[in-house]
């Protein structure tokens, strides 16, 4: 190359640099390569796999149900509507993807096409993959709608010790005697 840039590569990463960026004189291949480089941090650039695997506690409760799986993989990070949820690097775009899924791609391989993963635990923010099954949507739908007709609860390893079925809304129905104003039928107002 020229005798003032004779890099090829990102100084702190390894990364090739684009001709724009040797044209320009560049050394780093982005602002963070950057600051990290020029900051007094000298941890080296984790991989995804390595953040990913910090969120998991692998020392978790053994399901009551089923206890020949073993012990949950914990995700100690952020849920969504009860599952976890990371993000990954996609065609140089952030998204955001099922922790469980993603644990399940990097130990055991690709999910198969037109099929969901079926927690056997019944806990949803698991990611140990021998709790993690390849189903159709119906198998995986009628599992949950068993395991809700049987008691056993999603959220905790054991079964509920309630046999009521949970209210709806806000308050029980002793609270909510009378309806709201916009359910009261009006009269008329002529004769």
């Not at 560049?26 to 900051?39: D, F, G, K």
């Not at 055991?108 to 037109?114: I, K, R, S």
């Amino acid at each position: 190359m020229t005798e003032n840039n004779p890099r090829r590569h990102c100084a702190r990463c390894g990364q090739d640099l684009t001709r724009e960026q040797l044209i320009c004189h560049r050394t780093y291949c982005s602002r963070t390569c950057s600051n990290l480089a020029n900051s007094r941090c000298t941890s080296p650039v984790r991989s995804e796999a390595d953040r990913f695997w910090e969120k998991v506690d692998k020392n978790g409760p053994v399901p009551a149900h089923r206890p020949d799986l073993g012990p949950c993989w914990i995700w100690t990070a952020s849920l969504a509507k009860g599952y976890g949820q990371t993000t990954v690097k996609k065609n140089g775009r952030k998204t955001s993807v099922v922790a469980h899924r993603l644990a399940y791609q990097m130990i055991v391989g690709a999910v198969p096409l037109h099929m969901q993963l079926d927690h056997l635990c019944r806990l949803t923010y698991c990611v140990n993959p021998d709790h993690l099954e390849p189903v159709t949507p119906i198998v995986n739908s009628h599992r949950s709608w068993a395991d809700r007709r049987s008691g056993l609860n999603s959220m905790s390893l054991s079964p509920k010790r309630s046999a009521e079925p949970p209210t709806r809304g806000k308050y029980p129905r002793s609270a909510c005697q009378y309806p709201s104003r916009s359910h009261v039928r009006r009269e008329p107002s002529g004769e």
